[in-house]
Protein backbone atom coordinates (compact mmCIF):
# COMPACT_ATOMS: atom_id res chain seq x y z
CA UNK A 1 0.00 0.00 0.00
CA UNK A 2 1.19 3.40 -0.48
CA UNK A 3 1.93 6.09 2.14
CA UNK A 4 3.07 9.06 2.28
CA UNK A 5 5.08 11.07 5.23
CA UNK A 6 5.74 14.64 5.39
CA UNK A 7 8.23 16.27 7.20
CA UNK A 8 10.01 19.81 7.36
CA UNK A 9 9.56 22.79 10.05
CA UNK A 10 6.88 23.76 11.37
CA UNK A 11 7.79 27.55 12.26
CA UNK A 12 8.69 29.65 9.38
CA UNK A 13 9.51 33.12 9.71
CA UNK A 14 7.84 35.79 7.41
CA UNK A 15 9.59 36.23 4.35
CA UNK A 16 11.77 33.00 4.51
CA UNK A 17 11.14 30.22 2.73
CA UNK A 18 9.28 26.91 3.76
CA UNK A 19 10.43 23.41 2.52
CA UNK A 20 8.56 20.51 3.25
CA UNK A 21 9.82 16.96 2.30
CA UNK A 22 7.13 13.80 0.92
CA UNK A 23 8.91 10.64 1.72
CA UNK A 24 6.83 7.71 -0.38
CA UNK A 25 6.74 4.31 0.72
CA UNK A 26 5.17 1.27 -1.29
CA UNK A 27 5.23 2.78 -4.79
CA UNK A 28 7.74 4.54 -7.13
CA UNK A 29 7.59 8.11 -7.84
CA UNK A 30 8.60 7.58 -11.21
CA UNK A 31 4.91 6.37 -11.38
CA UNK A 32 2.02 8.67 -10.89
CA UNK A 33 1.22 12.31 -10.20
CA UNK A 34 2.23 13.85 -6.90
CA UNK A 35 0.30 16.67 -5.07
CA UNK A 36 0.56 19.37 -2.31
CA UNK A 37 -2.65 20.52 -0.95
CA UNK A 38 -2.84 22.85 1.79
CA UNK A 39 -5.91 23.74 4.35
CA UNK A 40 -6.15 26.83 6.17
CA UNK A 41 -7.47 27.31 9.17
CA UNK A 42 -11.13 27.65 8.60
CA UNK A 43 -11.13 24.65 6.29
CA UNK A 44 -10.31 25.99 3.04
CA UNK A 45 -8.69 23.82 1.04
CA UNK A 46 -6.35 25.05 -1.52
CA UNK A 47 -4.40 22.97 -4.14
CA UNK A 48 -0.64 23.67 -4.26
CA UNK A 49 0.44 21.69 -7.37
CA UNK A 50 1.76 18.49 -8.79
CA UNK A 51 4.87 16.52 -9.87
CA UNK A 52 4.16 13.87 -12.28
CA UNK A 53 6.11 10.37 -13.05
CA UNK A 54 8.40 12.23 -15.46
CA UNK A 55 9.31 14.92 -13.33
CA UNK A 56 6.90 17.66 -15.50
CA UNK A 57 4.99 20.27 -13.04
CA UNK A 58 1.69 22.12 -12.75
CA UNK A 59 1.27 24.81 -10.00
CA UNK A 60 -1.47 26.80 -9.05
CA UNK A 61 -1.39 30.28 -10.95
CA UNK A 62 -1.74 31.74 -7.93
CA UNK A 63 1.40 30.36 -5.98
CA UNK A 64 3.07 30.23 -8.91
CA UNK A 65 6.10 32.72 -8.97
CA UNK A 66 6.28 31.40 -5.23
CA UNK A 67 6.84 27.78 -5.13
CA UNK A 68 8.77 24.74 -6.39
CA UNK A 69 7.92 20.78 -6.13
CA UNK A 70 11.01 18.43 -6.91
CA UNK A 71 11.85 15.43 -6.33
CA UNK A 72 14.76 12.82 -5.48
CA UNK A 73 13.73 9.61 -7.00
CA UNK A 74 17.04 8.20 -5.74
CA UNK A 75 14.92 8.53 -2.50
CA UNK A 76 11.96 8.52 -3.47
CA UNK A 77 10.99 11.78 -2.05
CA UNK A 78 9.55 14.78 -3.53
CA UNK A 79 9.41 18.23 -2.04
CA UNK A 80 7.89 21.19 -1.86
CA UNK A 81 9.43 25.28 -1.74
CA UNK A 82 7.21 28.16 -1.09
CA UNK A 83 9.16 31.45 -1.11
CA UNK A 84 8.26 34.70 0.88
CA UNK A 85 5.82 33.33 2.93
CA UNK A 86 3.74 35.49 5.05
CA UNK A 87 1.12 34.75 7.81
CA UNK A 88 -1.49 34.13 5.18
CA UNK A 89 0.76 30.87 4.39
CA UNK A 90 0.26 29.64 7.53
CA UNK A 91 -1.84 25.89 6.59
CA UNK A 92 -1.21 22.12 7.28
CA UNK A 93 0.41 20.53 4.40
CA UNK A 94 -0.44 17.68 2.97
CA UNK A 95 1.17 15.74 -0.02
CA UNK A 96 -0.95 13.10 -1.63
CA UNK A 97 -0.77 10.50 -4.75
CA UNK A 98 -3.21 10.92 -7.84
CA UNK A 99 -5.46 7.93 -8.74
CA UNK A 100 -4.43 5.80 -11.25
CA UNK A 101 -6.67 2.82 -12.98
CA UNK A 102 -4.65 1.09 -14.52
CA UNK A 103 -4.72 3.28 -17.82
CA UNK A 104 -4.91 6.71 -16.83
CA UNK A 105 -3.87 9.43 -14.06
CA UNK A 106 -6.44 11.47 -12.89
CA UNK A 107 -6.55 14.56 -10.30
CA UNK A 108 -7.71 13.46 -7.73
CA UNK A 109 -6.41 11.98 -4.50
CA UNK A 110 -6.44 8.39 -3.06
CA UNK A 111 -3.64 8.28 -0.71
CA UNK A 112 -2.82 11.33 1.52
CA UNK A 113 0.12 11.66 4.37
CA UNK A 114 -1.13 12.63 7.51
CA UNK A 115 -0.28 16.84 7.12
CA UNK A 116 2.71 19.12 8.47
CA UNK A 117 1.29 22.06 10.10
CA UNK A 118 3.25 25.06 9.51
CA UNK A 119 3.03 28.11 11.53
CA UNK A 120 4.42 31.28 9.86
CA UNK A 121 5.29 34.06 12.47
CA UNK A 122 8.25 35.94 13.69
CA UNK B 1 -10.39 28.73 -12.03
CA UNK B 2 -13.43 26.76 -11.86
CA UNK B 3 -15.38 27.69 -8.30
CA UNK B 4 -17.23 25.30 -6.01
CA UNK B 5 -19.38 26.37 -3.96
CA UNK B 6 -20.53 23.63 -0.91
CA UNK B 7 -23.57 24.49 1.14
CA UNK B 8 -24.42 24.18 3.82
CA UNK B 9 -21.13 25.32 5.75
CA UNK B 10 -22.24 23.20 8.89
CA UNK B 11 -25.67 21.00 9.74
CA UNK B 12 -26.10 19.16 12.97
CA UNK B 13 -28.35 15.47 12.98
CA UNK B 14 -28.99 12.91 14.57
CA UNK B 15 -27.85 9.37 14.00
CA UNK B 16 -29.87 7.33 12.03
CA UNK B 17 -30.82 10.12 9.99
CA UNK B 18 -30.40 10.87 6.23
CA UNK B 19 -28.01 14.26 5.38
CA UNK B 20 -27.84 15.98 2.02
CA UNK B 21 -25.39 18.71 0.98
CA UNK B 22 -24.64 20.20 -2.05
CA UNK B 23 -21.52 21.00 -4.11
CA UNK B 24 -22.03 23.65 -7.41
CA UNK B 25 -19.19 24.13 -9.67
CA UNK B 26 -19.22 27.46 -11.85
CA UNK B 27 -19.14 25.41 -15.07
CA UNK B 28 -20.02 21.65 -15.95
CA UNK B 29 -17.70 18.82 -15.17
CA UNK B 30 -19.55 16.68 -17.55
CA UNK B 31 -16.76 15.68 -19.66
CA UNK B 32 -18.78 14.83 -23.05
CA UNK B 33 -16.21 12.36 -24.77
CA UNK B 34 -16.49 9.72 -21.81
CA UNK B 35 -20.02 10.85 -20.43
CA UNK B 36 -18.22 11.48 -16.84
CA UNK B 37 -18.16 13.85 -14.01
CA UNK B 38 -14.61 15.11 -13.09
CA UNK B 39 -15.84 15.60 -9.08
CA UNK B 40 -14.85 14.03 -6.27
CA UNK B 41 -16.09 13.93 -2.71
CA UNK B 42 -13.35 13.47 0.13
CA UNK B 43 -14.30 12.63 3.89
CA UNK B 44 -11.66 14.71 6.94
CA UNK B 45 -12.29 13.57 10.27
CA UNK B 46 -10.81 15.17 13.14
CA UNK B 47 -7.00 15.28 13.42
CA UNK B 48 -6.98 12.76 10.33
CA UNK B 49 -6.34 13.52 6.95
CA UNK B 50 -8.48 13.60 3.91
CA UNK B 51 -9.79 10.78 2.57
CA UNK B 52 -11.39 9.91 -0.64
CA UNK B 53 -15.08 8.75 -0.61
CA UNK B 54 -16.53 8.96 -4.20
CA UNK B 55 -15.02 9.96 -7.56
CA UNK B 56 -16.51 10.32 -11.04
CA UNK B 57 -19.17 12.07 -9.17
CA UNK B 58 -20.83 8.71 -8.11
CA UNK B 59 -18.36 5.71 -7.63
CA UNK B 60 -17.72 4.72 -4.25
CA UNK B 61 -14.06 4.04 -3.51
CA UNK B 62 -13.25 0.77 -2.43
CA UNK B 63 -14.57 0.14 1.17
CA UNK B 64 -16.51 2.97 1.68
CA UNK B 65 -19.76 2.41 3.49
CA UNK B 66 -22.52 2.35 1.22
CA UNK B 67 -24.54 4.57 2.95
CA UNK B 68 -22.29 7.28 0.86
CA UNK B 69 -23.76 8.11 -2.04
CA UNK B 70 -22.62 10.52 -4.60
CA UNK B 71 -25.38 11.83 -7.61
CA UNK B 72 -25.38 15.03 -9.50
CA UNK B 73 -24.53 15.95 -12.74
CA UNK B 74 -23.49 18.97 -15.35
CA UNK B 75 -22.81 21.85 -12.35
CA UNK B 76 -25.30 20.40 -9.62
CA UNK B 77 -23.65 17.28 -7.08
CA UNK B 78 -24.81 15.95 -3.89
CA UNK B 79 -23.81 13.84 -0.83
CA UNK B 80 -26.08 11.80 0.79
CA UNK B 81 -25.22 9.82 3.99
CA UNK B 82 -28.60 7.67 4.07
CA UNK B 83 -28.12 6.79 7.83
CA UNK B 84 -25.89 8.56 9.53
CA UNK B 85 -23.50 7.30 12.02
CA UNK B 86 -21.64 9.57 15.15
CA UNK B 87 -18.22 8.37 13.47
CA UNK B 88 -19.52 10.51 10.23
CA UNK B 89 -18.90 13.05 12.26
CA UNK B 90 -16.19 15.19 9.59
CA UNK B 91 -15.95 17.61 6.84
CA UNK B 92 -17.06 16.56 3.93
CA UNK B 93 -15.31 18.19 0.59
CA UNK B 94 -16.33 18.53 -3.38
CA UNK B 95 -13.34 18.91 -5.62
CA UNK B 96 -13.35 19.32 -9.23
CA UNK B 97 -10.66 17.31 -11.57
CA UNK B 98 -12.20 18.66 -15.20
CA UNK B 99 -9.91 21.41 -15.72
CA UNK B 100 -6.65 22.79 -14.00
CA UNK B 101 -4.64 24.49 -13.12
CA UNK B 102 -5.94 25.14 -10.93
CA UNK B 103 -7.50 21.66 -9.26
CA UNK B 104 -10.20 23.75 -6.73
CA UNK B 105 -12.24 22.39 -3.89
CA UNK B 106 -15.45 23.32 -2.00
CA UNK B 107 -15.26 25.07 0.80
CA UNK B 108 -16.14 22.13 2.99
CA UNK B 109 -19.49 21.12 4.92
CA UNK B 110 -18.88 20.29 8.47
CA UNK B 111 -21.71 17.16 9.79
CA UNK B 112 -21.72 17.33 13.22
CA UNK B 113 -23.94 14.74 15.49
CA UNK B 114 -26.31 15.76 18.08
Known amino acids: EVQLQESGPGLVKPSQSLSLTCSVTGYSITSNYWGWIRKFPGNKMEWIGH???????SYNPSLKSRISITRDTSKNQFFLQLNSVTTEDTATYYC????????????????WGQGVMVTVSS | DIVMTQTPSSQAVSAGEKVTMSCKSSQSLLYNENKKNYLAWYQQKPGQSPKLLIYWASTRESGVPDRFIGSGSGTDFTLTISSVQAEDLAVYYC??????????FGSGTKLEIK
Open chain 1, 96 to 111: ASAYYDGTYYYNFFDY
Open chain 2, 95 to 104: QQYYNFPPLT
Open chain 1, 51 to 57: ISYSGST
